[in-house]
């Protein structure tokens, strides 16, 4: 069986990198453009106050921006290591300052998926796009995962 399993390292990195790409760019839709429900850039601002993170509206412009085009890249394979290392930085941001007080579960907006996709990011950062990306056919990573 593991002999089965074999060579589909880049298949998994892909797998990752769609899912979380993907998952940013509808959670950063509602931040950046209101989508969803989403309570837009100025609803971010309010919750940034709220929380004493300031300028508020400086930093929700960068998680909002932070959050939907690199989820786009993310889901491309585009300058994946950037925009991974600023979903490592925003996740954690989140679990401190918003989740973690909440305790672990989902449920109760704990830091259970902040964390998940924090580590996912992490993941993809430290692995690279793979080989199925913008990235590895622009040359930008030059070997395979």
Known sequence: MPQRLEG????AVLILRLFLGFAFMMHGSQKLLGAFGGGG??????????????????????????EFVGGVCLFFGFLTRFWAAGLVIDMAVAVAKVH????FFVGK?????PLTFG???????????????MDR???IEKRAT
Do not use: C
């Open 100 to 103: 973690l007080v909440n305790g």
């Open 8 to 11: 589909l390292e880049r298949l």
């Open 119 to 133: 580590v996912i990011a992490l993941v993809i950062l430290l692995t690279g796009p793979g080989s199925l990306s």
């Open 41 to 66: 850039v100025s609803g971010v601002a309010s919750m940034m106050g709220k929380l004493g993170i300031e300028p508020s509206l400086l930093w929700a412009w960068v998680v909002s921006i932070t």
């Open 109 to 113: 907006n704990g830091v259970e998926l």
């Open 137 to 139: 056919a622009s040359g």
